[in-house]
């Protein structure tokens, strides 16, 4: 595993240099005035403008078995003799979207179900020195009159900033596409990754909410209470977040996860041990229905890169502002994984290089030859779970042969009980 999660990260680093360098000449191309991408190539001088300008990709890998805590494999960056720095353990990063798994996972255990409407609409938010608090009138910057972009290059221009900038103070969220749903269900939103319908379900919570079950599943590191929660503000690292990500993988059971299992002296004494620590810390039905969502999202949702591996398997994406970080963070019944990729000075990966884009096909890649030697295993079903067809569209139980029908688990009492 150890020599799979390498390669894995050699293989993410080099596509990703390739992708940055490519952008590099065509941007000197088009600054220095060459006419094609050939000319720039077999010029001295701009290429050594390129290699100047080159920057290294960075990228993180590790692997946890869920039912003990046992790491399994880890990779902090792609070359040792280069950075000692270990981003796995070390690093401190936003989440994006590979947060709203602990959201969902909150609002099923506060009464939510997969069939349930969300909205996925503009607003504009304020930020009032404690909280975002929506501007009811408003659902763009434009209705208030501001132009952001000349905002920002007039505060920029400013030589000092007293307190808090007001671009900081002016919050419009929008979905990855910059297109809006409207009315959603809860299963699409998560498969999907609307940004709006999940700060519209982590206002219907309390951020308080969502914070207290990403604790409980083992994040440790300070969170932001607060909506900007639903887009993965708060710093992690990737052994915290895949560890978190164990829960969904063990039903529901959070184990400590350590990588030296005893210490033994010269006469094999032994002087340090570790023991899997485990406590259930949500409910098995919870999590089975979170599984059976983050299942989905890799057949038919952001995370379709990973759709090829032929086992059970789930996951969700994750994607920060200006495609700073790459995440994707993912599980079978007998291990989970968490891939990074990025770089250690907040240089954007590349126009539209998202999670599922840049770290989904690496974790796929890492987790067929991790688990080649290993039974394919099936995430259980708990009691107390029920199976229906539903319409994702509207959230209503499917009549017969409908289309686009999906069959939906259900904790049992709650799954919908009308067709209109």
Known sequence: MQEAAEEAV????????????????????????????????????????VEERFRPS???????????????????????????????????????????????????????????????????????????????????????????????????????????????????????????????????????????????????????????????MGIRSNLPVSLSLALGTGEVTPLELTAAYGVFANEGIRTRSYSIIRVEDYSGNTLIANYPQEEQVISPQTNYIMVNLMEQICEYGTGIATRWLRRPKAGKTGTTDNFTDAWFVG??????SGVWVGYDDNTPLGERRAGGVVAAPIWAEFMDKALAHTPVLDFPVPDGITFIYFNPVTGRLATEGEEGAVLQPFIRGTQPRTYF
């Not at 293989?11 to 490519?22: G, H, W």
């Not at 981003?87 to 947060?99: I, L």
């Not at 972009?149 to 910059?178: C, F, H, S």
């Not at 599980?331 to 989970?336: A, I, K, Q, S």
């Open 331 to 336: 599980f079978t019944p007998n291990l989970v």
């Open 58 to 216: 960075q990228a993180a890998l590790v692997a946890i078995d869920p039912r003990n805590g046992q790491i399994r494999a880890m990779v902090g960056g792609r070359d040792f003799a280069l950075s000692e720095f270990n981003r796995v353990t070390q690093a401190r990063r936003q989440p994006g979207s590979a947060f709203k798994p602990f959201i969902y996972t909150a609002a099923i255990d506060q009464g939510f179900t997969p069939a349930d409407i969300l909205y996925d609409e503009p607003r504009v938010y304020f930020n009032d020195g404690r909280d975002w608090v929506l501007l009811e009138n408003a659902t763009t910057t434009a209705q208030l009159g501001i132009d952001m972009e000349k905002l920002r290059q007039e505060e920029d221009d400013e030589e000092e900033t007293v307190g808090m900038r007001l671009r900081d103070r002016i919050w419009a969220p929008a979905n990855y596409y910059r297109e809006f749903d409207g009315q959603t269900t809860f299963r699409d939103a998560l498969v999907r990754s609307l940004n709006c319908a999940t700060i519209d379900l982590i206002d219907n919570i309390r951020p308080i909410t969502a914070y207290y079950y990403a604790r409980q």
């Open 10 to 49: 050699t293989t993410a680093v080099e596509r990703q240099d390739e992708i940055f360098t490519e952008k590099l000449i065509k941007d000197i191309m088009e600054e220095k005035g060459f006419r094609s991408i050939e000319e720039v190539k077999s010029s001295t001088s701009a290429m050594k403008l």
